[in-house]
């Protein structure tokens, strides 16, 4: 199938664009969460009508590789067979119990037995209520307050974390949040990524107050930056030295840059570890664990009080189990890297062709593209890209039927779905896409 002719600024599909004139009289701009608005790009988004394999349709018939993949969570694929079939087995048992169930306890198995610094796990619904639960847990254990955050990392829109989070509040350039009361990120202080030395000073200014460092171990909210040598393995010494704990926040790596995340790639154990996406297999989930002392702290065993209705729901487990235990069989991750190095290697030699203009950036099944010269090491540099060539890259890329996320400040994501003359297409893809879009920018 074939994608329809467009301009390149605007996709003129008719019933996308009657979809989304309708939607925007009932969901604030249109959307359930701000960058599926594209507003990083221009023109108006895509509505999907289905996916199947590496594939995603939109309701006028247009098919294209999926880049975006739900945000990560589809690393097998959409419509896995595996994955279907469990959820429809759990879906004819029933949706919802707010009642324990067998598939929770081995989920929850799963995930102890693959991130290596995890001994107790507590499900959730979103990333979002990971984070803020596992900071909530962090306080309690420690008796602290203050909480410590990179600018660029987003860690879920929970208030006192709404501060320089990058992502979809770069894309649309937010400083921060209306509604965020500034008591609410009083005791949230902000470093720049890659940056150990002002972790250190902060710690010198608080040595007794700070409960924890949050971090993405490979930030992947700014576009994709990636730590620098030494950097986690200082933050984990200085909370050890000052008694704080270590969050990792592995929502996007977790199973996707190895199977045990980001802890198993460097060998560094988090004390807490916030966990999404892939461990509930594209349906809504979440799930915050660390070690047992402070795990059992979490109510009804300890005082720390977080609930959720449908926490531990039976389909989103049923969804997680099918496909950690196929990320589980011999030789995935060997796949999943040899299919990133093959995308990798093409890019590489079209940036060669092109010049240093453009940074290519990836760990396992994540890549960007940065439409900047400079090296992008923290939130401050990522800013340096070129978002008016990225948007233009963006279209181009989508007139060849490539979908990818609609924002300089955004990974892509690679599934075991993609064949290699996928990949090759892609590469191709790529090159038409940045010569035009350099060619516009020169011209």
């Not at 996308?16 to 359930?32: M, R, Y």
């Not at 997680?320 to 030699?349: F, H």
């Not at 990225?390 to 996320?405: D, I, K, N, Q, V």
Request: charged letters at 20%.
């Amino acid at each position: 199938m074939e994608n329809k002719s467009r301009n390149g600024e605007s996709l003129a599909l008719s019933r996308s664009q009657a979809l989304f004139e309708e939607a925007q009289q009932l969901i604030p701009g249109g959307v359930n969460s701000p960058v599926r608005a594209f507003r990083g790009v221009g023109g108006n988004p895509v509505f999907i009508d289905h996916a199947i394999g590496p594939y995603i349709y939109d309701v006028d018939g247009n098919r294209y590789l999926d880049y975006v993949q739900s945000w990560g969570p589809m690393i097998l694929g959409h419509g896995h067979p595996a994955v279907l079939e469990a959820v429809t087995r759990a879906s004819l048992r029933g949706f919802s119990f707010g009642a324990p169930t067998e598939a929770e306890s081995t989920l929850a198995r799963l995930v102890i037995e693959s991130v290596p610094s995890i001994e107790m796990v507590r499900f959730v619904n979103s990333g979002t209520e990971a984070t803020m639960s596992a900071l909530r847990l962090a306080r309690a254990f420690t008796g602290r307050s203050k909480i410590i955050k990179f600018s660029g990392c987003y860690h879920g829109h929970a208030d006192l974390l709404l501060v320089q989070a990058g992502s979809g509040v770069a894309t649309m350039g937010l400083p921060d949040s209306p509604g965020v009361p500034s008591e609410a990120t009083s005791n949230t202080l902000l470093a720049s990524y890659n940056d150990s030395t002002a972790v250190e000073e902060l710690f010198r200014t608080y040595p007794d107050d700070i409960a924890a460092i949050i971090v993405e171990p490979a930030a992947a909210n700014m576009g994709l930056v990636l730590p620098l040598p030494g950097f986690l393995e200082q933050l984990r010494s200085i909370c050890t030295e000052y008694g704080a704990l270590l969050i990792f926040d592995e929502v996007m790596t977790g199973f996707r840059v190895a199977l045990g995340g980001m802890q198993e790639r460097t060998g560094i154990q988090a004390d807490l570890t916030c966990l999404g996406k892939i461990i509930g297999g594209g349906l809504p989930v979440g799930a915050y664990g660390g070690r047992r002392e402070i795990m059992q702290l979490v109510a009804p065993l300890g005082p720390m009080y977080q609930a959720g209705t449908l926490s531990g729901n039976p389909m989103a487990m049923a969804a997680g189990i099918a496909t950690l235990e196929e990320l589980r069989k011999p030789g995935r991750y060997v796949e999943l890297e040899r299919k990133g190095q093959l995308l990798s290697d093409g890019i590489e030699r079209v940036l060669h062709e092109i010049g240093d203009t453009i940074q290519f950036v990836r760990i396992g099944a994540i890549f960007c593209l940065f439409f900047t010269a400079k090296q992008v090491i923290d939130y401050n540099s990522a800013k340096t890209s070129d978002t008016q060539c990225f948007a233009r890259f963006f279209w181009s890329m989508l007139e060849r039927g490539m979908y990818l996320p609609p924002s300089q400040f955004e990974g892509c994501f690679i599934s075991l779905a993609l064949k290699d003359e996928m990949i090759d297409e892609t590469v191709e893809a790529v090159k038409l896409a940045l010569r035009k879009s350099l060619e516009y920018h020169h011209g």
